[in-house]
């Protein structure tokens, strides 16, 4: 016979009436652990590197690791592991926590978060979440006529984030008869991943000036799918949207944009403007976990028109007759089959923000670049790239090999504990990346990071030295 389990120590369960207070408890002990530890860190990013952070882990756990004969019970387990997490893990709310489109997440949207995975509707059929397809049903329609305002029957499906919508607008471009992608060298990478996944050629790269696709090259003769990008994610650039919709058009070709970083300017009844062009798309990726803050994941396609190609019959999902009886059907809904109800904490951030909130936010990010941007242009140890075009600044050391410095840099920040830079190459060159989504800082929390990368830039010079 296996082991018996006591009463006592009988896993609680977060469904049923007491469900929520099951997790209240629990929930409450890994706040409580989390609140305690991130009161002693001491930067952004653990020090030490990769090793010093497996070692800490493997100290917490012991022998015999993950999986012991017998469990520690839950409140042991929650408290030393949320304690290890949030100790090793990045801080996204820190401003020097700067590197990625990994921004902090709003309080409201984690909140919602829980309630989505406590009741845990599975989005692939109406009687696993009746209420939740309902919601994520007015979800899209609202984020469809975001993109796409003029369109009679637009259309928006949730993905996994701007790898997947790019996935699945590719696709659907196939399904249309476009088969020949061709996108700058500016693309995100996933472009050229869901070629490959779709059993499509490579890719044709046109080149990218300044970080942005030049229209002129284009060259298109018809049955082309070209991927443009509102918001790279080296540089923040966006395309010449409305040069490159012109283009598809009179070539008959399908536009997909890559908006996953720069689509929540669409908010923005100011910054929307940036975004001139997008509405001629065909599909559109978005990506609320970026600008948005979101807990990961919350990416978004939106279409111009409805979306059929995803359709596919499972008689214990959709079956005809209850479709025909008015079930809805849940499975032409995503390429994923059991997905999370993501709809949950995108919706109840849009409700209590409203658009002029999240508008609000998206504009403080981009307006805090423009003056980092300025300080690091008057900074007699660092070259600007450029004017933002959203929330990214770029430098680089000024004197030297600029390349390996950046780099070198970089690397040490992340070794000491000290800052997250991200690392960019644009036209051929290596800079250092500041991608600003902390809506609360203000540029005074730069200054001192720009004087540090300049001071280890002097440093990394003279160590150059012969």
């Known amino acids: 016979m296996g082991a018996s389990i006591s009463a006592s120590a009988e896993p609680a369960l977060a469904g049923g009436p007491a469900g929520a207070a099951r997790v209240r408890a629990l929930a409450d002990a890994a706040m409580t652990a989390m609140a305690d530890t991130a009161a002693t860190r001491q930067g952004p990013v653990p020090g030490g590197g990769p090793a010093a952070v497996a070692a800490v882990l493997a100290a917490a756990l012991g022998e015999p690791g993950l999986l012991p004969e017998r469990g520690v019970g839950e409140r042991r387990a929650l408290d030393e592991l949320t304690r290890v997490l949030t100790a ?7 401003p020097w926590c700067a590197a990625h489109l990994h921004g902090p997440i709003l309080a409201v949207a984690a909140a919602a978060d829980l309630v989505g995975s406590v009741l845990n509707p599975s989005m692939d059929s109406w009687d696993q979440a009746p209420i939740a397809s309902e919601l994520e049903r007015e979800l899209t329609a609202t984020l469809a006529r975001l993109c796409f305002p003029d369109a009679v029957t637009p259309d ?17 471009a196939r399904e249309h008869g476009h088969t020949r992608i061709v996108c700058g060298a500016n693309a995100h990478h996933s472009v050229a991943r869901a070629a490959w996944l779709l059993g499509l050629p490579a890719p044709r790269v046109v080149p990218a000036e300044r970080g942005r696709l030049r229209a002129d090259a284009l060259d298109l003769s018809g049955g082309e799918v070209v991927v443009a990008t509102a918001g790279t994610t080296d540089a923040g650039t966006i395309d010449p949207l409305p040069e490159i919709a012109r283009a598809a058009r009179r070539a008959g070709a399908w536009l ?25 798309a065909d599909s559109v990726a978005l990506d609320l976990h970026k600008f948005g803050w979101q807990p990961i994941a919350a990416g978004v396609l939106a279409t111009r028109e409805t979306i059929t190609a995803l359709h596919v019959r499972a008689d214990y999902l959709n079956a005809g007759d209850d479709t025909e009886a008015g079930l809805p059907d849940l499975l032409g809904r995503s390429i994923r089959t059991s997905r999370r109800p993501d709809c949950v904490k995108i919706a109840v951030t849009l409700r209590a923000l409203g658009r002029a909130g999240i508008a609000g936010l998206v504009e403080r990010c981009c307006d805090l670049a ?36 950046a780099a070198a840099i970089r690397r040490r920040l992340l070794e000491d504990g000290t800052a997250v ?23 005074d929390d730069y200054r001192g990071l720009l004087d540090l990368v300049g001071n280890l830039a002097d440093e990394t010079a003279r160590r150059a030295m012969p």
């Open 88 to 94: 090793g893990s990045v801080d996204p709310g820190h």
């Open 156 to 172: 928006a499906v949730l993905t996994s984030g701007g790898t997947e919508s790019n996935l699945v607008g590719l696709l659907l």
């Open 256 to 280: 997909h944009v890559d908006a996953s970083y720069g689509g929540a300017a669409l908010f923005s009844r100011r910054l929307a403007g940036r975004l001139a062009g997008l509405a001629q």
């Open 370 to 405: 423009r003056e980092v941007a300025r300080e690091a242009g008057r900074h007699p140890d660092l070259e600007l790239w450029g004017e933002p075009a959203l929330s990214t600044v770029l430098v680089r050391p000024r004197h030297g090999d600029a390349a390996g410095h």
């Open 421 to 443: 830079v991200g690392r960019a190459t644009v036209d051929g060159a290596v800079w250092l990346k500041l991608t600003l989504l902390n809506p609360r800082a203000t540029v």
